[in-house]
């Protein structure tokens, strides 16, 4: 991992890739993507998913089991970093050098990204539902304690 860039380097990055992604939103085109500073980098989002980041100087893509052999193929790298003396791994892999290059290069990639970026806002929201629902337990004691 190289030193971090300067401001004005990560700025002229983000701005690229804004650049790159703005087919994704094409009714609001650049304005629809939200490009938020997280974590030292940068979070790329619309509607409040999260579909790409760049981070130690490089542009990351989300994936998941749906996404992840297109971007094994293409030989992308999965993001990896060091935590309490472990290394961890996230949900995001490197572009092709080639998708940097123009928007229409990017498109099949960053629409991957966004496809699972809406899958996992999906089972977040199901997860949770799950969570609130009173289970059959909780639902009998409620029952005897009523009587």
């Known amino acids: 991992?190289?030193?971090?860039?300067?401001?004005a380097a990560a700025d002229e990055l983000r701005d690229y890739c804004l650049e790159?992604?703005?087919?994704?939103?094409?009714?609001a085109g650049i304005a629809g993507i939200n490009a938020k500073r997280m974590f030292?980098?940068?979070?790329?989002?619309?509607?409040g998913k999260t579909f790409a980041i760049i981070a130690f100087d490089q542009l990351w893509l989300k994936v998941?089991?749906?996404?992840?052999?297109?971007?094994?193929?293409?030989?992308?790298?999965?993001?990896?970093?060091e935590s309490a003396g472990k290394m961890r791994t996230m949900n995001y892999y490197t572009v092709p050098p080639d998708?940097?290059?123009s928007a229409a290069l990017m498109r099949p990639w960053a629409?991957?990204?966004?496809?699972a970026a809406l899958r996992a806002a999906?089972?977040?929201?199901?997860?949770?539902t799950k969570a609130t629902k009173p289970t059959k337990a909780i639902k009998a004691k409620a029952k005897t304690t009523a009587k």
Do not use: H, N, Q
Not at 111 to 115: F, G, T, V, Y
Not at 122 to 128: G, Q
């Open 1 to 7: 991992m190289s030193e971090r860039p300067g401001r």
């Open 20 to 27: 790159l992604f703005s087919s994704l939103a094409p009714r």
């Open 40 to 47: 030292g980098g940068t979070g790329f989002s619309i509607d």
């Open 64 to 81: 998941d089991d749906e996404t992840r052999a297109a971007f094994d193929v293409a030989k992308c790298e999965i993001f990896t970093y």
């Open 99 to 101: 998708a940097m290059e």
């Open 111 to 115: 629409s991957r990204a966004w496809e």
């Open 122 to 128: 999906a089972a977040k929201a199901t997860k949770a």
